[in-house]
């Protein structure tokens, strides 16, 4: 029977971009007080803003983005896991559902985190993009429910 054959995608020393999900934080300064926390009474007391309790300003959270790491990132090591399948009847062949994943120098190897083969990139400007194709398909899915 033929064995399943698996091609990495990356090898060891490698550099790569990471893509990766996250939700930005923008700080807004509050508007009230002109973010000074404090409000100046006519008799020139001050009171706490009571737009921003002091704080003045808040972090408004953005929706999920995907983004290119700014750092690139090293392979360092490799990790692919087979869950075969029957082979087929008449071809004999090994079939499988194969997923790879890498550890990289500057985010642990051995201990770290295991990133996806999906998710790396071998120049920025193929992790840019992904990054916008997959940004622009999750603003059609979220439209799409609206
Ligand atoms: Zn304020």
Same mark, same amino acid.
């Given at each position: 029977? @033929?064995?399943?054959? &698996?091609?990495?995608?990356?090898?060891?020393?490698?550099?790569?971009?990471?893509?990766?999900?996250?939700?930005?934080?923008? =700080?807004?300064?509050?508007?009230?007080? %002109? @973010?000074?926390? /404090?409000?100046?009474?006519?008799?020139? @007391?001050?009171?706490?803003?009571? /737009?921003?309790?002091?704080?003045?300003?808040? &972090?408004?959270? &953005?929706?999920?983005? =995907?983004?290119?790491?700014?750092?690139?990132?090293?392979?360092?090591? +490799?990790? #692919?896991?087979?869950?075969?399948?029957?082979?087929?009847?008449?071809?004999?062949?090994? *079939? %499988?559902? #194969? *997923?790879?994943?890498? /550890?990289?120098?500057?985010?642990?190897? %051995?201990?770290?985190?295991? &990133?996806?083969?999906?998710?790396?990139?071998?120049?920025? @400007?193929? +992790?840019?993009?992904?990054?916008?194709?997959?940004?622009?398909?999750?603003?059609?899915?979220?439209? %799409?429910?609206?």
């Amino acid at each position: 029977m @033929a064995r399943l054959v &698996h091609a990495f995608k990356f090898g060891d020393g490698d550099t790569v971009r990471l893509v990766f999900k996250e939700r930005l934080r923008v =700080w807004a300064p509050c508007t009230f007080c %002109g @973010a000074a926390g /404090m409000i100046k009474g006519r008799d020139d @007391a001050t009171i706490v803003c009571p /737009m921003c309790y002091g704080r003045k300003g808040k &972090h408004e959270r &953005h929706a999920l983005r =995907w983004q290119v790491s700014p750092e690139s990132l090293t392979i360092g090591q +490799a990790e #692919v896991v087979a869950r075969f399948e029957r082979p087929g009847r008449f071809t004999g062949e090994q *079939t %499988g559902c #194969v *997923t790879e994943r890498y /550890m990289c120098e500057q985010t642990g190897i %051995g201990s770290g985190s295991n &990133h996806a083969v999906e998710n790396l990139f071998p120049s920025v @400007a193929e +992790a840019q993009a992904e990054c916008d194709r997959r940004n622009s398909a999750d603003k059609e899915a979220k439209d %799409g429910n609206a």
